[in-house]
């Protein structure tokens, strides 16, 4: 995959054009993290942080093709439900290409950083009374009127543009380590990522630059409050059951009927991989021990790496293991739940003796 091009265009040679409409996106750290690869109790774990991306997620990798083939198609008007990264990374695209972009959100269920980039980007902001999996049918329905072209995962583009992850980490691992890892976790809601992934991989191995027996295993964690896609493995189910009531701190995933599951499914078969679904309460202190690594993860990303602690407490996962675990967004797309995770401020008088003496743990005067 040589070429003069950056991030995720790096990798045309897969993808349906040579470059795209882009910030430009991908190209993303993998980061060692050793304290936190000592206490999982893993070989190596490395941080593939998708926050780092022009809008705090990995949609910029789909959207940089999405758009692209939505200007070559010549459509009015771009779509998307959203628990909100998606809707921050059209409305950022659609305005870079210069297109009418109209998003979903499930009201009160998105955070906060999300809605203000859709809204200063320039999307119309819909709020629908439902969750995210009744935005999704709307806009379904929307684009089947011939009234949006419909940006969500279910479009094959999308998913192109995603693929870069797994080539790029791929890429990276073996330029660091001389070989590939053994599994890659990453957080599902509507297991785009884990169909891209697994089409990245398949398409590698058939083209012979990859071994079938170097496919990492992907490896899924869903919210305990949101988790279909691990019902279904758990049962060894042909079909993933739609989840009505769904709920989790983790708003990004909170969500009961992930479309892509037909693709993902065999991708976490197929790999040999499994599915885990973690409690918010997990989800929270493998942010925080993110955090102290340096590396600031929204609450769904987070899920990754309390997925792995908990397979590699139940010996799923092997202490011999190489893994990467995906952050999927930034700390910033939720500030709230940051504020919930973190340390409180603490006031102090304008008084530069009053406050050596708070650090030193006395209060008054
Ligand atoms: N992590 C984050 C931060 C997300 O925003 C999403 C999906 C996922 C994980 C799940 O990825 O769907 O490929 O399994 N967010 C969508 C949105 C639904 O609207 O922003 P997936």
Redesign the pocket.
């Known amino acids: 995959f040589e070429n003069d091009e950056r991030g995720v265009w790096r990798y045309n040679a897969a993808l349906p054009f040579e470059e795209g409409v882009s910030l430009p996106e991908g190209d993303t750290p993998l980061h060692e993290v050793p304290r936190l690869e000592e206490s999982v109790g893993v070989h190596r774990l490395r941080i593939k942080h998708e926050g780092m991306n022009p809008t705090g997620?990995f949609?910029d990798r789909g959207m940089t093709v999405g758009v692209r083939v939505a200007e070559e198609l010549g459509v009015d008007r771009l779509a998307c439900a959203?628990?909100?990264?998606?809707?921050a990374a059209l409305a950022a695209y659609g305005a870079r290409a210069g297109l009418e972009t109209l998003v979903l959100l499930p009201e009160g269920k998105v955070a906060a950083g999300k809605i203000a980039q859709a809204s200063l980007h320039g999307a119309r902001i819909l709020e629908v009374d439902g969750n995210?999996d009744s935005c999704l049918d709307i806009v379904q329905d929307l684009a089947a009127r011939g009234e949006a072209y419909l940006l969500n995962?279910l479009n094959p583009f999308r998913l192109e543009g995603q693929k870069t992850i797994g080539l790029e980490i791929l890429e990276r691992f073996y330029a660091d380590e001389g070989r590939y890892p053994d599994r890659i976790v990453l957080?599902?809601?509507?297991?785009?990522?884990?169909a891209a992934l697994y089409k990245a991989f398949r398409e590698l191995v058939a083209s012979g630059a990859l071994h079938p027996r170097d496919v990492p295993k992907l490896t899924g964690v869903q919210a305990e409050g949101a988790a279909p896609m691990v019902e279904a493995i758990e049962n060894d189910a042909d079909e993933v059951r739609r989840w009505n009531e769904v709920e989790t701190k983790a708003t990004?995933?909170r969500?009961g009927n992930p479309v892509n599951a037909p693709k993902a499914l065999p991708g976490i078969r197929e790999t040999g991989g499994t599915a885990v679904s973690v409690s918010d309460e997990a989800i929270t202190s493998a942010q925080r021990a993110l955090a102290q690594e340096g590396i600031g993860v929204?609450p769904?990303?987070a899920a990754s790496v309390a997925g792995l602690q908990k397979l590699r407490n139940q010996g799923v996962v092997e202490a011999d293991e190489d893994v990467v675990c995906l952050t999927?967004?930034h700390l910033l797309k939720d500030p709230d739940a940051a504020f919930e995770a973190g340390d409180d401020p603490e006031p102090v008088p304008n008084d530069t003796d009053a406050v050596l003496r708070h650090l030193e743990g006395r209060s008054g005067g």
């Open positions: 997620s949609k959203s628990t909100g990264n998606t809707s995210f995962s957080p599902v809601g509507n297991a785009g990522n884990t990004a995933i969500i929204e769904a990303s999927t967004g």
